[in-house]
């Protein structure tokens, strides 16, 4: 649907891989033997996440699920390294939190300024030249690149606000957002709530002002995700203080103190933390004349749990001024917005045999499967001798062959590593 509030989004990411090494050699006239001069493959671009205030929504990845960054170009011969992949930046609105795909453990959170390294795209592989010693003065392979990180990630947005509004449908929270800021949000007199939150500033006096949300209203099982529920009750865990608009007129046959009741509830359900919030209750649409019964029995509701009512009319203007500099005051006294600390705890490490397996086949045949194999084997240029030289050491400092002899492989057997046979000798 176009124009959508889109507030969570998950997506796919991956760094780019390194570029693979060079195996080159040094060629120039009347120079005999100039050596390996095979170039490093170049880093993979990193995926970057950034907070841009000109975003509101999601709505960008509603459409685009996976993000890859570029891989770093393979390095060259005359020791000319390859160019490094260009990193990937990614914007998203200020106020979203990053979370692990799997564990929903929180990542990053994109309150501030500086951009968050989501992940990191893979080194460039050695050219020939790092493998040149002097018993090996052709080395007729280079390493190859490593991957770039990737993950899945869950962006949820919570807005960055000082103020929530909270309410039930028709309080007048848009009416009230737009007397006392320069927002704009859609008002008109519906029976249900909107479909978007806003935001906007309120200025107190010169160099003072806080930011103010409109919740889009709360309807009684919102907690238990109800109409918007969960949804929207998200935008206001970071409010340092809660202004609960009550319609006090009664003009649709509603009771306000039971109006009142209703929200405390939700919150409260939603969370405890959240209903405990420092909180000014605003009896709103005064100048319509309500009940003097109803306003007594809701200023009686709000006392006793601790909250100051004001009597204000946002669609007249009335009170509307001494409900800003109250709530100024309050904020004046109150810790900053909340921001998340990152939770996430990345997994310990296999360890470096656990990867390794070997397996024996009905034909006798040994069988070795594992990363750590395979990646030795993007390395390797099997139709030279020193480059399999170089394997076998490989495989053998790495302890495989001890494994091998302990389950009683014997000289002339099979080995097979993926697409690579081998007879073993001791």
Same mark, same amino acid.
């Given at each position: 649907?176009?124009?959508?509030?889109?507030?969570?989004?998950?997506?796919?990411?991956?760094?780019?891989?390194?570029?693979?090494?060079?195996?080159?050699?040094?060629? #120039?006239?009347?120079?005999? +033997?100039?050596?390996?001069?095979? !170039?490093?493959?170049?880093? *993979?671009? %990193?995926?970057? &996440?950034? /907070?841009?205030?000109?975003?509101?929504?999601?709505?960008?990845?509603?459409?685009?699920?996976?993000?890859?960054?570029?891989?770093?170009?393979?390095?060259?011969?005359?020791?000319?390294?390859?160019?490094?992949?260009?990193?990937?930046?990614?914007?998203?609105?200020?106020?979203?939190?990053?979370?692990?795909?799997?564990?929903?453990?929180?990542?990053?959170?994109?309150?501030?300024?500086?951009?968050?390294?989501?992940c990191r795209g893979g080194r460039?592989?050695?050219?020939?030249?790092?493998?040149?010693?002097?018993?090996?003065?052709?080395?007729?392979?280079?390493?190859?690149?490593?991957p770039g990180e990737e993950r899945?990630?869950?962006? #949820?947005?919570?807005?960055? +606000?000082?103020?929530?509004?909270? !309410?039930?449908?028709?309080? *007048?929270? %848009?009416?009230? &957002?737009? /007397?006392?800021?320069?927002?704009?949000?859609?008002?008109?007199?519906?029976?249900?709530?909107?479909?978007?939150?806003?935001?906007?500033?309120?200025?107190?006096?010169?160099?003072?002002?806080?930011?103010?949300?409109?919740?889009?209203?709360?309807?009684?099982?919102?907690?238990?995700?109800?109409?918007?529920?969960?949804?929207?009750?998200?935008?206001?865990?970071?409010?340092?203080?809660?202004?609960?608009?009550?319609?006090?007129?009664?003009?649709?046959?509603?009771?306000?103190?039971?109006?009142?009741?209703?929200?405390?509830?939700?919150?409260?359900?939603?969370?405890?933390?959240?209903?405990?919030?420092?909180?000014?209750?605003?009896?709103?649409?005064?100048?319509?004349?309500?009940?003097?019964?109803?306003?007594?029995?809701?200023?009686?509701?709000?006392?006793?749990?601790?909250?100051?009512?004001?009597?204000?009319?946002?669609?007249?203007?009335?009170?509307?001024?001494?409900?800003?500099?109250?709530?100024?005051?309050?904020?004046?006294?109150?810790?900053?917005?909340?921001?998340?600390?990152?939770?996430?705890?990345?997994?310990?490490?296999?360890?470096?045999?656990?990867?390794?397996?070997?397996?024996?086949?009905?034909?006798?045949?040994?069988?070795?499967?594992?990363?750590?194999?395979?990646?030795?084997?993007?390395?390797?240029?099997?139709?030279?001798?020193?480059?399999?030289?170089?394997?076998?050491?490989?495989?053998?400092?790495?302890?495989?062959?001890?494994?091998?002899?302990?389950?009683?492989?014997?000289?002339?057997?099979?080995?097979?590593?993926?697409?690579?046979?081998?007879?073993?000798?001791?």
């Amino acid at each position: 649907m176009a124009g959508a509030f889109v507030d969570t989004a998950r997506i796919h990411v991956k760094a780019g891989d390194g570029g693979n090494g060079a195996v080159a050699f040094h060629r #120039e006239k009347y120079v005999a +033997a100039g050596g390996p001069d095979g !170039g490093d493959g170049g880093d *993979g671009g %990193s995926v970057v &996440l950034r /907070a841009d205030d000109s975003l509101s929504t999601l709505m960008d990845f509603r459409y685009r699920r996976k993000y890859t960054a570029p891989n770093g170009m393979d390095g060259q011969g005359s020791r000319k390294s390859g160019k490094a992949g260009a990193d990937l930046v990614i914007r998203v609105p200020r106020g979203t939190l990053v979370r692990d795909g799997n564990t929903g453990a929180i990542l990053q959170d994109l309150s501030g300024d500086e951009p968050f390294v989501l992940c990191r795209g893979g080194r460039g592989g050695w050219g020939n030249l790092h493998f040149a010693t002097p018993t090996r003065q052709v080395p007729r392979f280079a390493k190859a690149g490593l991957p770039g990180e990737e993950r899945d990630v869950v962006l #949820e947005l919570k807005l960055l +606000a000082d103020v929530g509004l909270v !309410g039930l449908p028709n309080a *007048g929270k %848009s009416t009230l &957002l737009s /007397a006392v800021s320069h927002a704009r949000p859609k008002i008109a007199d519906y029976p249900f709530t909107t479909l978007t939150p806003n935001l906007g500033v309120v200025r107190v006096d010169e160099g003072a002002s806080f930011v103010m949300a409109d919740i889009p209203g709360i309807i009684e099982g919102a907690s238990e995700g109800a109409g918007l529920g969960h949804d929207f009750l998200r935008h206001i865990d970071r409010c340092r203080l809660l202004v609960q608009v009550v319609d006090a007129s009664g003009s649709e046959g509603r009771d306000p103190a039971e109006d009142f009741d209703t929200v405390c509830e939700e919150l409260a359900r939603y969370s405890p933390d959240l209903a405990s919030r420092p909180r000014i209750v605003a009896a709103n649409k005064t100048d319509l004349n309500p009940d003097p019964e109803f306003l007594s029995k809701l200023r009686q509701r709000a006392q006793a749990q601790g909250y100051s009512l004001l009597e204000i009319s946002a669609a007249a203007h009335k009170g509307v001024e001494e409900l800003v500099a109250a709530v100024a005051r309050m904020l004046s006294a109150l810790p900053p917005v909340a921001v998340y600390a990152p939770e996430y705890v990345p997994p310990a490490p296999e360890t470096a045999e656990a990867p390794t397996e070997i397996r024996r086949r009905d034909d006798g045949a040994w069988v070795i499967e594992g990363p750590q194999v395979l990646r030795l084997m993007r390395d390797i240029n099997f139709a030279d001798y020193e480059s399999r030289m170089y394997f076998d050491r490989m495989l053998r400092k790495s302890g495989l062959f001890d494994r091998l002899e302990e389950q009683g492989i014997q000289d002339g057997d099979t080995v097979v590593l993926y697409d690579f046979e081998f007879e073993y000798q001791r």
